[in-house]
């Protein structure tokens, strides 16, 4: 799967699991599970959108719809090489007006930096030719890390994600998953210097911790606060799998990963009738996703919805150069992940979630 996270807005950044783990005392969970196995309430869920906006361009419009429906955190990603212009030289303007712009609204931001976007090595010219567990790669890292952490000191951020679906550039390329690894557990200990408090995780899709790899994202993930999922069911020619397939998803990675809080940082379902979808069925997988996730409502604590809106045709364009996938049924696949229309118009699938969200207390 690829990265999907396209942000047009206030922060305007192109293109925002596995084994039962047995943990040592060293090793301790950082997010504690609840006694309770099921709830029909929010109860300490959280509620997340990746907002895009609509063609009106109006991102307090869009973040509006997004806060009426009880949306509580959004995320934020940026590729490394966006933050750090030459060597040790940053500048990116738009952790400054996240700082001002979130805390007035009261909403948590999770935010993901990352060295690898799905398919794409996103380091630093000079560096791209260095090993992820080379002593230069980590110290360049996690001192754009603090120049990061000087520009959001308001922000109320909920967790830091190192690395976004780069479970699809490692395949099971073993020697570049333990690289990884150090690279990981090397950042974390920095991070947790500076705030002991954050949750710090890395992102694998769901493929990538119930598949062929799955033995090195278990091996990743003893290192990780939360275990973090992107999700799209789909097959191999980006046909929508049913709906219905999300229980059996959930019930896969809660039982592989038991005794671990998940989030789902990314989440989504296109109405494409290309991709053998429709509104209606978009509709549908919202649905039951909501009753997936009662049902999981101790261990799947955040599900951050992709996207408010379906992107522009440029949007598209730029994702498929990124990624270098030409096929146009990615192209629809990306064209129609919104949950309403580029013009601004409500998919049922917002409505569902709004539905949904109200019944629980959101």
């Given at each position: 799967?690829?990265?999907?996270?396209?942000?047009?807005?206030?922060v305007?950044?192109?293109?925002?699991?596995?084994?039962l783990?047995?943990?040592?005392p060293?090793?301790?969970?950082?997010v504690?599970?609840?006694?309770?196995?099921?709830?029909?309430?929010k109860?300490?869920r959280?509620?997340?959108?990746?907002?895009?906006?609509?063609q009106?361009n109006?991102?307090?419009?869009?973040?509006?719809?997004a806060?009426?429906?009880g949306v509580q955190?959004?995320?934020?990603?940026f590729?490394?090489?966006?933050?750090?212009?030459s060597?040790?030289?940053?500048?990116n303007?738009n952790?400054?007006?996240?700082?001002?712009?979130?805390?007035?609204?009261?909403?948590?931001?999770?935010?993901?930096i990352?060295?690898i976007?799905?398919?794409?090595?996103v380091?630093?010219d000079?560096?791209?030719?260095?090993?992820l567990d080379d002593?230069?790669?980590?110290?360049?890292?996690?001192?754009?890390?603090?120049?990061?952490?000087?520009?959001?000191?308001?922000?109320?951020l909920?967790?830091?994600?190192?690395?976004s679906?780069?479970d699809?550039?490692?395949?099971?390329d073993?020697?570049?998953?333990?690289e990884?690894?150090?690279?990981?557990k090397?950042?974390?200990?920095?991070?947790?210097?500076?705030?002991p408090?954050?949750?710090?995780?890395?992102?694998?899709?769901?493929?990538?911790?119930?598949?062929?790899?799955?033995?090195?994202?278990q091996?990743?993930?003893?290192?990780?606060?939360v275990?973090?999922?992107?999700?799209?069911p789909?097959?191999k020619?980006?046909?929508?799998?049913?709906?219905?397939?999300v229980?059996?998803?959930f019930?896969?990675?809660t039982?592989?990963?038991?005794?671990?809080?998940?989030y789902?940082y990314?989440l989504?379902?296109?109405?494409s009738?290309?991709?053998?979808?429709s509104?209606?069925?978009?509709?549908?997988?919202?649905?039951?996703v909501?009753?997936?996730w009662?049902?999981?409502?101790?261990?799947?604590?955040?599900?951050?919805?992709?996207?408010?809106?379906?992107?522009?045709?440029?949007?598209?364009?730029?994702?498929t150069?990124f990624?270098?996938?030409?096929?146009?049924?990615?192209q629809e696949f990306?064209?129609?992940?919104?949950?309403?229309t580029?013009?601004?118009k409500?998919?049922?699938?917002?409505?569902?979630?709004?539905?949904?969200?109200?019944?629980?207390?959101w």
């Open positions: 799967m690829t990265r999907k996270k396209l942000r047009y807005g206030l305007v950044i192109a293109v925002v699991v596995t084994v783990i047995l943990f040592s060293e090793d301790p969970v950082s504690p599970l609840s006694e309770e196995l099921s709830s029909t309430t109860g300490a959280i509620l997340g959108i990746d907002i895009t906006m609509a009106d109006d991102y307090d419009a869009a973040f509006s719809i806060k009426d429906i955190e959004v995320g934020l990603f590729n490394w090489d966006s933050i750090e212009t060597p040790r030289k940053y500048d303007p952790f400054a007006i996240a700082n001002t712009y979130y805390p007035a609204h009261n909403t948590m931001v999770s935010l993901t990352t060295p976007h799905t398919n794409r090595l380091v630093p000079d560096l791209q030719h260095t090993n002593p230069e790669m980590i110290s360049r890292f996690t001192s754009m890390l603090d120049w990061v952490f000087t520009q959001i000191p308001d922000l109320d909920h967790s830091l994600v190192i690395g679906e780069f699809v550039y490692f395949g099971t073993k020697p570049q998953w333990v990884y690894e150090t690279f990981f090397e950042v974390k200990a920095h991070i947790k210097k500076i705030n408090d954050i949750i710090v995780t890395a992102e694998v899709t769901f493929n990538g911790l119930t598949g062929d790899a799955k033995e090195y994202a091996s990743l993930n003893k290192y990780t606060d275990i973090g999922v992107s999700y799209y789909l097959n020619d980006y046909t929508v799998k049913a709906p219905s397939v229980h059996s998803d019930d896969t990675l039982t592989l990963y038991k005794g671990r809080i998940i789902f990314q989504g379902y296109p109405s009738t290309s991709l053998t979808s509104q209606e069925k978009q509709k549908q997988f919202i649905k039951e909501f009753k997936a009662d049902q999981h409502a101790s261990q799947i604590r955040l599900i951050d919805f992709t996207w408010l809106h379906d992107i522009p045709p440029e949007g598209v364009m730029e994702c150069q990624y270098g996938v030409s096929d146009y049924r990615f990306l064209a129609t992940l919104g949950l309403r580029y013009n601004g409500d998919k049922e699938a917002l409505r569902a979630l709004r539905e949904e969200a109200k019944k629980r207390g």
